[in-house]
């Protein structure tokens, strides 16, 4: 049974388009996460989601935007795609906080986006 | 900025031997985490430390954490193949956020 599911796996597409990333979790988690890797393998937050709730938005374009229909879900809208957006795009989801901090996160196999 | 950092970048051994993996971090943290990535594949959660735990086991894995010098080593004794990867450590700091902030992995090779 798949965890944590992303759609496409590849999406290869051209400057100007807009492309939508699909994410959906069957762990029962409340919290669910966009994340970025690029080329040298550096992973960054972009946004997060509690309970179809924003929670944090770091300093990504507004061309990007998520979606979280229900907490199972969480969907990556991007806007007039740039070249610079060229990356590996990963969906995770976990539980909530406890006091001893983030709870381990799983992750999705991840989106890989082409822009020529 | 980046939370976590690991060192080394590449690391290259042979089966059997150990490999050691260091992180270091530069804020408070509530817990450090280390993660797996296959290549091509997305991240698999190996162990979790908290701030007030010193070292950690999990089969083959040995984690420790020393909060005073901001870094943590993860051990991967008697090491096969199959544990060829990048390796991530990943912290939570006490801000209340509830984002991970992941270090730039350390990639190991083992040679059968």
């Known amino acids: 049974d798949t965890a944590v599911s992303q759609t496409p796996k590849y999406l290869v597409t051209q400057m100007g388009n807009d492309k939508s990333i699909k994410c959906e979790q069957n762990?029962?988690?409340?919290?669910m996460y966009w994340y970025k890797q690029d080329s040298k393998k550096f992973l960054k937050i972009m946004f997060s989601y509690n309970n179809k709730e924003l929670i944090i938005n770091e300093t990504v374009p507004n061309r990007f935007s998520p979606k979280s229909p229900d907490k199972a879900h969480l969907n990556l809208h991007i806007n007039s795609l740039e070249l610079g957006d060229s990356a590996v795009y990963f969906c995770a989801s976990s539980l909530h906080l406890t006091s001893g901090g983030a709870r381990e996160q799983y992750f999705g196999p991840g989106t890989r986006l082409t822009v020529t | 900025s980046q939370q976590g950092e690991e060192d080394p970048q590449a690391l290259s051994i042979q089966e059997g031997e150990n490999a050691t993996m260091n992180c270091s971090y530069k804020t408070s943290i509530n817990n450090l985490q280390w993660y797996r990535q296959n290549s091509g594949r997305g991240l698999v959660h190996l162990i979790l430390i908290r701030s007030n735990e010193r070292e950690k086991h999990s089969g083959r894995l040995r984690v420790t954490l020393d909060t005073s010098k901001k870094s943590s080593s993860l051990l991967i004794t008697a090491s096969r193949a199959a544990d060829t990867a990048s390796y991530f450590c990943?912290?939570?700091?006490?801000?209340?956020?509830?984002?991970?902030?992941f270090g730039s992995g350390t990639r190991l090779q083992v040679q059968p």
């Open positions: 762990l029962g988690h409340d919290t």
């Open positions: 990943a912290t939570h700091a006490g801000t209340g956020r509830r984002a991970l902030t």
